[in-house]
């Protein structure tokens, strides 16, 4: 249970940014800021690395993961195949009704008030959302794995707010796509969506590490 209890509340302290991608960790630190025994911080560390959202290097120990060029593109690639994989289900599960619900609840919103790791967020549930509505257990359990390496991985401060309008306005058009019961363009607007998104990714790494 503490070992639970700190690998949830450490992967909290990365999504909320007050541990941040390529930081490394000190268990003593961490240990105390969670009033907890070092111990369950070790095995929650371990198992951290397990699912890729920590590292850990011989002789320097562990650090908070970094996403790399070659990982987005795989997540990117994974979870191209499973979103359009779903499309025909999710057409034929979601009404009109549930759309709109969608629709008002992702409706693109002021940028200042909102944070870079809200706003990461927030297009991670919007996806989810939808493919929710597939009811497929397995492949929502997936890509909602995909997600949250990206999302934990990659650093806020690299979006800008141009490609948050440019999200906004992609998910605007998929919806309609969806409404209308379109599996094709359905189909060719979350392929284009996932390979923008995966390229604006990859721009913004190698502009931050060149050579990398």
């Given at each position: ?97 549930k759309l709109d619900e969608i629709a008002e609840n992702f409706k693109g919103k002021n ?102």
């Amino acid at each position: 249970m503490a070992t639970q209890e700190a690998y949830e509340r450490i992967k909290h302290l990365i999504a909320v940014n007050q541990l941040v991608p390529g930081q490394k960790l000190i268990y003593s630190d961490i240990a105390k800021k969670l009033n907890m025994g070092v111990t369950p911080v070790i095995q929650a560390l371990n198992r951290l690395e397990a699912s890729g959202l920590v590292r850990y290097e011989a002789n320097k120990g562990y650090f908070v993961g970094e996403i790399t060029e070659a990982e987005i593109r795989q997540l990117y690639q994974a979870r191209e195949a499973l979103e359009i994989f779903v499309i025909p289900d999710v057409i034929k599960n979601i009404d009109s009704k549930k759309l709109d619900e969608i629709a008002e609840n992702f409706k693109g919103k002021n940028c200042e008030k909102r944070s870079r790791r809200e706003m990461i967020l927030e297009d991670i549930r919007f996806h989810l959302a939808i493919v929710q509505h597939a009811r497929n257990d397995i492949i929502y359990r997936l890509l909602e794995s995909i997600l949250e390496q990206v999302y934990l991985k990659y650093r806020p401060e690299y979006l800008d707010n141009m490609r948050v309008k440019v999200t906004t306005k992609e998910h605007r058009e998929l919806l309609r796509c969806l409404k209308r019961k379109d599996v094709d363009k359905a189909t060719t607007r979350i392929r284009d969506h996932i390979r923008s998104g995966m390229e604006y990714v990859v721009g913004t790494i190698q502009l931050e590490r060149p050579g990398f």
